[in-house]
């Protein structure tokens, strides 16, 4: 870290004081338990050894923390984007307040990371290229309307099952704010003002978040690869099939189809119906995923 980050980083930290201050991690048990993740019902989870249960439960929990944290990064970028883009005083005024929050979680996150990750995910990689390129109503409707909104009830969650108080409180914070940012989106956002461009862009951006929900558990997966090694296609099916995936995306993509269908967007939601972009993948299809990917 250069001095002038280092510098930065201070006067951020004084700022960030007069809000709230971060946590510090509590205990030293695994911040989800395995139930969170379904690998209770997986043979090569429960027959692995006390330390391979641990490093895989770690390597989960860690993929939702480094997750998290970089939505809030991406959104700390979207709200410059959406502040420059207006000259709406108080429109402008709500996405620097926005910013604050995203600011804000982005730093309560990071007492729980030992080492920042060195890779993107697909679906931090797709949220980086969404900031960058899409123009405002488009960045609006994903970013707050679907996303923020997902959050409220994806944060809630995670606080209510955590098993570090200190983090669980910042996580019930973190999803009572988000409600507020999805409340901004669906007053920013209007159908009628999107260019058929935007239309297009929408189209094609959905079907790609949509399609990383389809495919379930992938992270999971990935955690019990990393720490035992050897998985195959029949593996992977077989540990797909048994975390019972399918029910639990499929309340995810119903979630999103809900957050989608806002006033003027029966277009999309015909078109993404129409490539079965609200029906999770098979564990067969989900397990050619993972093993294309990996």
């Known amino acids: 870290m250069s ?19 971060a946590g510090t991690p509590h205990g030293t048990a695994p911040l989800w338990s395995a139930s969170r993740f ?34 809030e990064r991406s ?20 996405y620097c307040l926005i910013a604050a929050d995203e600011a804000s979680h982005y730093a309560w996150l990071q007492p729980w990371f030992d080492v920042e990750p060195d890779f993107i ?37 995670l606080a209510t099952s955590c098993n570090d108080t200190e983090l669980a409180k910042i996580l019930k914070r973190m999803a009572a704010d988000e409600a507020l940012h999805h409340a901004a989106g ?3 956002f209007s159908a009628g003002r999107l260019a058929d461009s935007e ?41 797909l099939a048994s975390l019972d995936g399918d029910a639990d995306t499929a309340a995810k993509l119903g979630r999103m189809r809900q957050l989608m269908a806002q006033p003027g967007m029966d277009w999309l939601i015909d078109d993404l119906a ?19 990917s990996s």
């Not at 980086?128 to 609006?140: E, F, I, K, S, Y």
């Open 3 to 21: 001095d002038r980050d280092a510098e930065l980083q201070r006067v951020a930290s004084r700022m960030l004081r007069r809000r709230v201050n």
């Open 121 to 157: 995910d697909p679906f931090n990689a797709f949220l980086a290229d969404c900031v960058a390129n899409a123009t405002p109503q488009p960045l609006a409707y994903l970013m707050q309307v679907v996303l923020e909104g997902f959050g409220i009830v994806h944060y809630a969650g």
């Open 199 to 239: 239309r297009e862009f929408l189209r094609n951006a959905s079907c790609t978040l949509l399609q990383m929900i389809r495919s379930g558990p992938q992270s999971v997966l990935a955690a019990l690869d990393r720490e035992l090694g050897g998985i195959d296609h029949a593996d992977a099916l077989s540990i």
């Open 75 to 94: 959104g700390m970028e979207f709200c410059a984007r959406m502040t420059l883009a207006t000259d709406n005083v108080a429109e402008r005024q709500l």
């Open 38 to 71: 379904g690998l209770q019902r997986v043979d090569a989870y429960t027959q692995a050894s006390t330390r391979q249960q641990r490093a895989i439960l770690d390597a989960c929990a860690a993929g939702l923390l480094a997750e998290s944290r970089f939505v």
């Open 274 to 292: 129409s490539r079965s972009a609200f029906l999770p993948c098979t564990p067969t299809e989900s397990a050619q995923i993972y093993l294309r």
């Open 186 to 188: 669906l007053a920013t």
